[in-house]
């Protein structure tokens, strides 16, 4: 069974620009979660999506924004880049629903430079 | 989120020996994972704990969720080099969906 895949592994913007991160969960998936993990804060919640609406947010300005498609696959878009938002963007996938835990499987990430 | 405070930031060790790290809160969780992040790859989920008390095993890895639900533990027996790497706990807050909150992580070297 394939894992979580991100796409693009690396990516460096300049600030002010917006960027858009893709995330595939594992097959039969339908929750999927995006965390920002920097070495200061370490890993933070960003959102969670499932069956294509969001069901929790993290404290995260509103130039964070997610959507997830009928297929499950996610986006993350951020806009209006700073310097602070240089992170390894994760994303997870889980089963989502009740009686299937709360085990999360994350992908590989996309390392975001912005300068 | 809820701060999850893990111990200890490090580790420095000989191959061989055994490793315990830990995570408290001072917030019940109803779920608590580990997870191992090596350099430049997301973190790959060791052991889903979900019952206080629990004890689970995962080959060398035991992880308990502890009785209170605000804390757990990691063991590592027998360490061997491929088991360098952050460590990291994790905790889902009852009624919180699927947020986690992370611990800062244990960086655990292991030498031969």
Known sequence: KAGV????????????QQVTLSCSPISGHRSVSWYQQTPGQGLQFLFEYFSETQRNKGNFPGRFSGRQFSNSRSEMNVSTLELGDSALYLCASSFGQPGYGYEQYFGPGTRLTVT | ???????????????????????????????WLW????????????????????????????AQFGITRKDSFLNISASIPSDVGIYFCAGELKNSGYALNFGKGTSLLVTP
């Open chain 1, 5 to 16: 895949t991100q796409t693009p592994r690396y990516l460096i913007k300049t600030r002010g």
């Open chain 2, 1 to 31: 989120g809820q701060q999850l405070n893990q111990s200890p930031q490090s580790m420095f060790i000989q191959e061989g020996e055994d490793v315990s790290m830990n995570c408290t809160s001072s917030s019940i969780f109803n779920t």
């Open chain 2, 35 to 62: 997870y191992k992040q090596d350099p430049g790859e997301g973190p790959v989920l060791l052991i889903a704990l979900y019952k206080a008390g629990e004890l689970t095993s995962n080959g060398r890895l035991t």
